[in-house]
């Protein structure tokens, strides 16, 4: 059977890869490559990567300031090896990120650190609340990007069972200042929407070193309007008849599963002002021992309105009740539209404090110590109809305040000989959910009435590892760790008015053991072979263990009793590294018990979808990842990567219809490729031309979902970008970057940005 054509396109792509970069190392000689030395000040265990056994991928802010437009932190890891972050517009406070194995709702199973401060909200697994704190991080602060691939180091915690994705910011030698601005246009058509979203940022920093005090204080603002995040949509009856007010206006379609619908308007019109203050301050007692304080004060101020299609005799726009369209009845009801109307208000601080030795000798030791608090977190909305509920009128307000979560790291590395550098520490983690929800008689105000809902729990985790790097011979080394945890859930409650529900949930724990292992060869100068194993456990989080569930007239919480999941996954790669380039290929397997999934099953007599422990998962694919400079003439250089995947669910007693079907959110094929070309006679311009590509996806476990172009499917999508930088002098550039170059329109749930222009002015004293 042949292939359809978007796993041709990237079987092509990954082909001319392979290509491309074995040509050009038949012509080279066998030289190790040219590794840049970064040095970094104040290292944490996580910004510090020197030892780590796990595939690497990597971007500095050069690579960046030549080929990516930068409007958010998200935008360094576009073209990232198997890295998508669900961004859907611009500023978006729910953007998760994906890995080799893990789909955009799975976002525990991702780490994401800046200087060591973990941003990843631990308290859910899901691409909403649970999305990584971006905001905290200031763009053109970033001094590098570190991507490592599995759980193959006994460091980090069985989150790393995706990735581990390590920012590590810029620290001045000496007095430095910045300024950006940036605007930015995006033309959106779909259905009845044609309009024009535009973007302003404005960035600052100022940093300097005054003998053993350095300090960098930066500062961001954003203010952009986004496109729809969702449509109101309702099934097309099977009989016609003329009840319900008459109305015009709707679009027909068909869902997810084929069903006919008529689609009644956009929803999630978001516009959204974020300030964004963040810092490093460091002090260096000796020159190998350095105390860090780092960061970040995120604000965010997100209104949202929708766009009803339909209208009634007289012109007006309608938004519920018994409507009539094309001869059809139907109930819209209230919350269908009033939902995508709200108001967004949070105050997000991270912080992070370190010591750390750095001798590079017999031993070394860092303590880290983090914490993230959410000041303020509530987001308002109309429960009246439209168009009464856009001034006020009785609503909700969900909160957040008081969540929270807090991490402290000791660790060391003794190096006993030349042969051996043994790492271990010790980890202690809490996690803090605070979730109520309140009745508002205007919900455009801030006095509360009646609880209405409440969610709290704690979870903590206590962990020791160790982990021998040990040189066997000049070729060969050996990598073994293992990471002992210990992990309990307690102060579980969820209470509820209506359905009435009030439940404090048991206290469970559970500890694990995950070993490690790593071997590398190296039989030549520029080879390396290796083989990695590891077991990840990952925890239930929160949220997944007291989700509350609707089924009639009854709320319950499933399964308080969720147990972790427990990954063993492994890696054989073969990097090839020139002097101009590099070539690495790279196997992978991934075997899931007890994966933690949201499948349909039966509740109270009804089947309702809540997380699950899915018995058996597996993933397994192939990865290459390459890069040539300087090919054919001075100047270009293409890199670009390639991966085919192929998931399955093994077994299932809960949900027997998904066993032998695909992983959900995960596809079979995807890739990027980059070409940048610095003429040589005209040293200061840049230019960049990139494309993403990524075969569809199924949205449920059960790859129901047969069509995937629509709202709330994961399509296929084939993105080009252009990126231009000119530095006109030793301190002024200037750049013109445009996403999306063709214009796709392209679903992954939600509606994703089409073409996009951004101008780009810079001054660096």
């Not at 955009?104 to 800046?114: I, K, M, Q």
């Not at 192929?646 to 079907?661: L, N, S």
Request: aromatic share 10%.
């Amino acid at each position: 059977m042949p292939f359809p054509a978007g796993a041709r396109r990237a079987l092509f792509l990954g082909a001319a890869l392979c290509g491309l970069v074995t040509t050009a190392a038949r012509t080279e000689d066998a030289a190790a490559a040219t590794v840049d030395t970064v040095i970094v000040t104040a290292p944490s265990s996580v910004s510090n990567l020197t030892d780590t056994p796990n595939t690497t991928s990597t971007v500095t802010a050069d690579q960046l300031a030549r080929t990516t437009t930068m409007v958010t932190p998200e935008d360094a890891l576009r073209y990232v090896p198997n890295v998508l972050v669900r961004q859907r517009h611009i500023g978006d406070t729910q953007s998760p990120i994906t890995s080799r194995t893990s789909g955009v709702g799975a976002s525990a199973r991702t780490l994401l650190y800046v200087d060591g401060i973990l941003l990843s909200a631990l308290i859910g697994n899901n691409n909403t609340s649970a999305s990584p704190k971006w905001g905290l991080i200031t763009p053109g602060a970033v001094a590098r990007v570190d991507v490592l691939n599995g759980p193959f180091s006994a460091a980090f915690p069985g989150n790393s069972v995706g990735s581990v994705i390590a920012f590590v910011t810029r620290m001045p030698s000496r007095l430095e200042a910045h300024v950006e601005a940036q605007a930015g246009t995006q033309a959106f058509v779909k259905y009845a929407d044609d309009k024009r979203f535009s973007t302003g940022r404005f960035a600052a920093d100022v940093g300097d070193r005054r003998g053993a005090f350095a300090f960098r204080l930066s500062y961001n603002h954003l203010d952009n309007h986004g496109q729809p995040l969702t449509y109101v949509t309702a099934t097309v009856p099977a009989a016609a008849s003329t009840a319900g007010a008459p109305v015009t206006g709707a679009f027909n379609d068909a869902n997810r599963t084929s069903t006919p619908i008529v689609v009644l308007g956009s929803s999630g019109l978001e516009h959204q002002v974020q300030d964004n203050a963040s810092g490093r301050f460091t002090y260096d007692f000796t020159p190998t021992l350095t105390l860090a304080y780092t960061f970040g004060l995120f604000r965010n101020d997100d209104d949202s309105t929708v766009n009803s299609y339909l209208r009634d005799a007289a012109g007006n726009p309608a938004y519920a009740g018994a409507l009539n369209i094309a001869g059809r009845a139907y109930n819209v009801a209230t919350s269908a539209f009033s939902n995508g109307v709200y108001n967004f208000d949070e105050l997000e601080l991270a912080q992070g404090l370190a010591l750390s030795s750095h001798t590079g000798r017999a031993f070394d030791f860092d303590v880290t110590a983090t914490a993230f608090d959410y000041l303020h977190s509530r987001q308002r909305l109309p429960t009246v109809a439209l168009p009464g509920g856009f001034v006020g009128g009785a609503g909700t307000v969900a909160e957040l305040d008081g969540t929270s979560w807090r991490t402290l790291d000791i660790n060391g590395k003794w190096r006993p000989n030349a042969d051996h550098a043994i790492g271990f520490g010790s980890h202690l983690d809490s996690y803090r959910l605070d979730n109520p929800r309140f009745a508002l008689a205007n919900w455009r105000a801030d006095e509360k009435g009646a609880l209405l809902t409440l969610n709290q729990g704690r979870t903590q985790t206590q962990a020791l590892w160790a982990q021998d790097v040990w040189s066997l011979t000049p070729n060969l080394k050996l990598t073994l760790g293992g990471r002992y945890e210990h992990w309990r859930a307690y102060q579980g409650l969820n209470v509820s008015a209506a359905p009435p529900l009030n439940t404090r949930q048991p206290e469970i724990g559970q500890s694990t053991f995950s070993p490690k292992a790593v071997a590398q060869w190296s039989p030549a100068p520029g080879w390396i072979f290796k083989g990695s194993v590891g077991v990840a456990n990952r925890f239930p989080t929160v949220s997944e263990l007291y989700q509350a569930v609707t089924t009639g007239p009854t709320l319950s919480v499933p399964d308080p009793h969720l147990t972790p999941e427990r990954a063993l996954s492994s890696e054989l790669s073969v990097e090839r590294n020139w002097t101009s380039g590099s070539l690495r290929i790279s196997v992978f397997d991934e075997h899931v018990r007890n994966a933690l999934l949201s499948q349909t099953a039966l509740l109270n007599g009804s089947n309702v979808s809540f997380v699950q422990n899915v018995e058996r998962t597996r993933s397994s694919g192939i990865e290459v990842v390459g890069v040539e400079r300087d090919l054919l003439v001075p100047g270009l250089a293409i890199s670009g990567w390639a991966t085919y995947l192929d998931t399955g669910i093994e077994k299932d007693r809960a949900f027997p219809a998904a066993v032998g079907k695909h992983l959900p959110q995960l596809p079979r094929w995807r890739g990027a490729m980059v070409a940048t070309y610095t003429p040589p006679t005209l040293p200061r311009l840049d230019l960049a031309l990139a494309a993403r590509y990524s075969d569809r996806m199924f949205a449920t476990i059960d790859n129901s979902d047969h069509y995937a172009n629509t709202y709330q499917g994961f399509g296929a999508f084939f993105v080009a970008d252009v990126h231009v930088r000119y530095r006109v002098n030793d301190h002024l550039e200037t750049a013109i970057g445009v996403t999306n170059l063709g214009d796709r329109s392209y679903i992954l749930f939600h509606p994703f940005t089409q073409r996009s222009v951004f101008v780009d002015l810079k001054y660096a004293y």
